[in-house]
């Protein structure tokens, strides 16, 4: 069951690469070249999607003992379209900065699609924890 195929592996690859080349695109500029007139929560922010891109760089080589990367992308983008993104919606219409956050985000779509879920249950889920003791005896 911990057997991922060459092909998932590529998928994998391919899709940290994406992160790598998006986020380093997007994020790293605004990341690096800024006023002191930023906003703290876009800084938050931008120091959070760039450190993505970065780690992402570890996912090309380590697909898989990266995929905590991937379900955080995936779980983050989640909460923000269900929570923020679909009440805005429904209110009615949105501002481009809205409706581009949600493009980017459901992008994300992919990310269940590459995701070896067979393995994640295997290794996150059934496989017992770390203990949390010193070894005795």
């Known amino acids: 069951m911990n057997d991922v195929s060459t092909l998932r592996l ?3 690859r391919a899709t940290y690469l994406l992160l790598v ?3 380093g695109m997007q994020m790293w500029p605004a990341t690096v070249l800024h006023g002191n007139d ?3 929560m876009n800084g938050v922010v931008r120091s959070i999607l760039s450190t993505v891109g970065l780690l ?3 996912g090309l080589r380590y697909p898989l003992q990266m995929l905590p990367l991937l379900l ?3 779980v983050w983008k989640s ?3 269900l929570s923020f993104a679909l009440p805005l919606y429904r209110a009615g219409p949105l501002d481009a900065g809205t409706l ?13 699609v590459v995701i070896p879920w067979p393995y994640v249950w295997a290794n996150y889920v059934k496989r017992p924890g770390d203990r ?4 005795t005896g």
């Not at 581009?100 to 269940?112: D, L």
């Not at 949390?132 to 070894?135: E, F, G, L, P, V």
């Open 21 to 23: 080349v998006g986020l």
């Open 79 to 81: 909460i923000w379209l």
């Open 100 to 112: 581009e956050t949600i493009i980017a985000c459901a992008m994300g779509v992919i990310f269940p």
């Open 10 to 12: 590529y998928l994998l």
């Open 72 to 74: 955080f992308e995936l």
């Open 132 to 135: 949390w003791r010193a070894k």
């Open 38 to 40: 930023v906003p703290l």
């Open 56 to 58: 992402a760089l570890l």
